[in-house]
């Protein structure tokens, strides 16, 4: 299994590399690509010493899989050249996710549409990714009409530059080289990736164009706003949903504590909840502050913590990976 991670430099593509590594991935030959200011640089994988190559240099090697985390416009340029030589892609930007000839994949809940004849497979954003692993099985039981979300997101999820310029906030440096329009130390700013003319950001219309999509169902009425929290790790979301049948408090807690990738953390007289402190470094997508929302019929409200740069992004593709080998779709 020849393996190439495009974008292997940055901060996604670094977690997927220790990811594929942790989970044992069967790689029997590992491609590290970057753009050609990293080429010729060493990076190391599992105990030894491999050089960065370029796209170019990859597409000729025809790997069986490459995982991209290198940005949309890399991806909407190479991904078909892969494609073309073979090879399956996976990749982690939103330039395929509403392709309608792409598949828009959470292992958990629909990987089985995918074929071998899937030769680009889009993972969905790091906030909805989280969100519908615990929605899908509320939505199966209760069937959802409606959801109010609020996203209060790691600077992590806008990459390198960002913790760059938090850490030189955070001490006190001048002429801070800036990835976002305020300061983001000591600051929540609503703002998240670019805004559209109808008053939403990009990221907020992610929330409701993947979700519709990955659950199946365009009927879902979904609003979001997204937000920028300086914490260097874990998005959290404050949900509120509607759903179409009336449900039983402690059969939604049994139902998420069922679910693959779903840990409930929900003790709130003993101050046990999700933080993105404790998502830190695990794959897990954790859901607490279960309660019904007494101000609508048949509504709940929860709250939903994870890791974006492992579930979020980097352990969602690499699952993608491990079905299409389980599966003999590559």
Not at 59 to 88: H, N, Q, R
């Amino acid at each position: 299994m020849r393996v190439a991670v495009v974008g292997a430099t940055g901060l996604v593509g670094t977690v997927m590399c220790q990811l594929l590594a942790e989970r044992n991935f069967p790689i029997t030959e590992f491609y590290p690509v970057a753009s050609a200011r990293s080429a010729g640089k060493k990076l190391t994988f599992k105990g030894k010493e491999y050089t960065i190559i370029t796209n170019e240099d990859a597409v000729k090697i025809k790997p069986d899989i490459a995982i991209f985390s290198a940005g949309g416009s890399i991806s909407l340029e190479w991904a078909p050249k892969y494609a073309e030589a073979g090879t399956t892609v996976i990749d982690n930007s939103s330039a395929w996710r509403m392709d309608k000839t792409k598949r828009l994949v959470v292992p958990e809940i629909n990987a089985n549409v995918l074929t071998k004849e899937d030769k680009i497979i889009a993972n969905p954003n790091c906030s909805t990714i989280q969100m519908v692993l615990a929605l899908a099985p509320l939505h199966e039981a209760y069937g959802i009409q409606r959801l109010v979300i609020s996203t209060y997101q790691s600077i992590t999820g806008t990459g390198v530059k960002a913790v760059r310029q938090y850490e030189q906030e955070a001490a006190g440096e001048e002429n801070v080289e800036r990835a976002y329009p305020h300061p983001i130390y000591g600051n929540a700013i609503p703002h998240c990736d670019v805004f559209y003319d109808n008053g939403y950001t990009k990221e907020e219309l992610k929330l409701v164009n993947e979700t519709q999509k990955i659950l199946n169902d365009d009927s879902l009425r979904i609003t979001a706003t997204a937000v920028r929290i300086p914490t260097t790790g874990g998005h959290s979301e404050s949900i509120n949903v509607t759903f179409a049948k009336d449900f039983e408090e402690g059969q939604v807690r049994q139902l998420l504590s069922d679910t693959p990738g779903v840990v409930v953390m929900d003790d709130v007289k003993n101050n046990v909840y999700p933080m993105p402190l404790l998502s830190h470094g695990k794959d897990d997508v954790f859901v607490g502050r279960i309660r019904r929302d007494h101000s609508a019929d048949n509504s709940l409200n929860m709250w939903v913590v994870s890791d974006n740069l492992r579930k979020g992004a980097a352990t969602n593709a690499i699952q993608i990976a491990e079905y299409l080998l389980k599966n003999d779709l590559v």
